[in-house]
């Protein structure tokens, strides 16, 4: 039986990991910032949506169109429908949440709504 030599394969082994999206999340203030990365993403594939208390990220990443002839050595950039789903808690502002994409990085911007914020009562 023929076996290809791949050299590579010894050095890295076979890419048998999960699709992620890598997710930082900060407070600024009275709002939220979630930043997600999504190297290579057509930012027309990426769709956001709310539902109740649950914010769920969906995103699309095509493999490379294959060459004649061409022989894959080493392929860890995965391909396919990214999802990520956030529970949020009561109190945020789902209606005015604002969306960017910048250098393959999705930030959200998720505010506190206007009745959770702490206030001064006068006496």
């Given at each position: 039986m023929a076996r290809t030599f791949d050299p590579f394969r010894e050095i890295f082994g076979e890419a048998s990991r999960t699709i992620g999206m890598p997710m930082d999340l900060v407070r600024q203030g009275t709002t939220f910032?979630?930043?997600?990365?999504?190297?290579g993403v057509d930012p027309a594939s990426i769709d956001i949506d709310a539902e109740e208390r649950t914010l769920t990220v969906r995103?699309?990443?095509s493999a490379d169109p294959k060459v004649a002839g061409e022989q894959w050595l080493v392929r860890e950039r995965p391909?396919?429908?990214?999802a990520r789903q956030l529970t949020l808690g009561s109190g945020l502002a789902l209606d005015k949440v604002e969306a960017s994409y910048e250098d393959g990085v999705l930030t959200l911007r998720i505010p506190i709504a206007e009745a959770a914020k702490p206030r001064k009562i006068a006496v």
């Open positions: 910032v979630a930043s997600i990365d999504l190297p995103a699309q990443r391909t396919g429908t990214f």
